[in-house]
């Protein structure tokens, strides 16, 4: 009698069932977590520093004189906004550094076009304006006061030549790095003029136009600072400068404040309208 070996007389195989594989974060996601690090990061360091500085001026560490407490700052930050001066300078910095902001990113824009459009052109002025991005704007300041008088045109004028710079020489960097294959493609598909320069050339270079809006922000609203601070006769920076001079460091201090908390709002406006601009370019 003969035995047959069959199937059964096999061990059973064991199939083990494949790793469930684990979903990657969206790029919604993962931009969402990256702003809620950064955000946290930020507030914590801020308190931080907070709180080490009043531990340090009610301990003693250092006198009133060099920096106050951060109670006392904010005690007086609560009296400046029960006062029509303060709001008077805050609606004229406000006014400075929208328009700075306004006319030097679009100026800049347009330069960085037309020197991607005109390479000739681009090669002469790209140096120049090298070379003035390295040079404080604030020295032609005397003459910006010769040329338009002591106003807020003068500072409007100089800052927004210096938002003006970053943002065309980033545009004009995005562009003139943008692949080649882009724009025969666009030739291939006969786009027009203006659909590659808005669907194609522009989205391109987002990354690096993102970036001078970015410096232009900053740029504008430090140019109109400084300019303020020099010989302006109005505005947060003249009101810090005159309390400097008058020896009223805990006021002073109180509109440092205003100018940071200006500034990080600048930052979370800047943040929506990058997300904004460079919307599904990872999705």
């Given at each position: 009698m003969t035995t047959s070996i069959t199937a059964t007389d096999d061990p059973p195989m064991q199939t083990t069932p494949p790793h469930a594989a684990t979903p990657e974060p969206t790029p919604r996601r993962r931009r969402f977590g990256d702003l809620a690090i950064g955000v946290g990061s930020t507030v914590g360091l801020v308190l931080l520093f907070t709180v080490l500085a009043e531990i340090g001026s009610r301990a003693g560490w250092w006198s009133d004189h060099v920096l106050p407490a951060p109670s006392v700052i904010f005690t007086a930050l609560g009296r400046l906004l029960t006062e029509p001066q303060f709001w008077l300078d805050a609606q004229r910095t406000g006014i400075e550094v929208s328009l700075s902001i306004l006319f030097g990113c679009f100026l800049g824009f347009v330069a960085g076009l037309l020197f991607w459009k005109v390479p000739l052109l681009g090669r002469v002025f790209e140096p120049y304006l090298v070379s003035f991005y390295a040079v404080p704007l604030v020295l032609f300041y005397p003459v910006m006061i010769v040329l338009v008088g002591i106003n807020a045109m003068s500072v409007i004028i100089l800052a927004t030549i210096m938002a003006a710079i970053p943002m065309a020489l980033n545009t004009a960097v995005g562009l003139n790095q943008?692949?080649?294959?882009?724009?025969?493609?666009?030739?291939?598909?006969?786009?027009?003029?203006?659909?590659?320069?808005?669907?194609?050339?522009?989205?391109?270079?987002?990354?690096?136009?993102?970036?001078?809006?970015?410096?232009?922000?900053?740029?504008?609203?430090?140019?109109?600072?400084?300019?303020?601070?020099?010989?302006?006769?109005?505005?947060?920076?003249?009101?810090?400068?005159?309390?400097?001079?008058?020896?009223?460091?805990?006021?002073?201090?109180?509109?440092?404040?205003?100018?940071?908390?200006?500034?990080?709002?600048?930052?979370?406006?800047?943040?929506?309208?990058?997300?904004?601009?460079?919307?599904?370019?990872?999705?």
């Open positions: 943008m692949p080649a294959v882009y724009l025969k493609l666009a030739r291939s598909l006969r786009a027009s003029p203006r659909q590659t320069l808005f669907a194609i050339a522009i989205p391109a270079a987002g990354p690096y136009i993102v970036a001078g809006l970015r410096l232009g922000v900053v740029y504008a609203l430090i140019g109109t600072i400084a300019m303020e601070f020099t010989t302006a006769q109005a505005g947060l920076g003249y009101r810090i400068r005159y309390l400097y001079e008058i020896f009223d460091n805990t006021e002073m201090f109180a509109y440092i404040v205003v100018v940071l908390l200006l500034s990080c709002l600048l930052t979370l406006v800047l943040a929506a309208v990058e997300r904004l601009l460079l919307r599904g370019r990872n999705s």
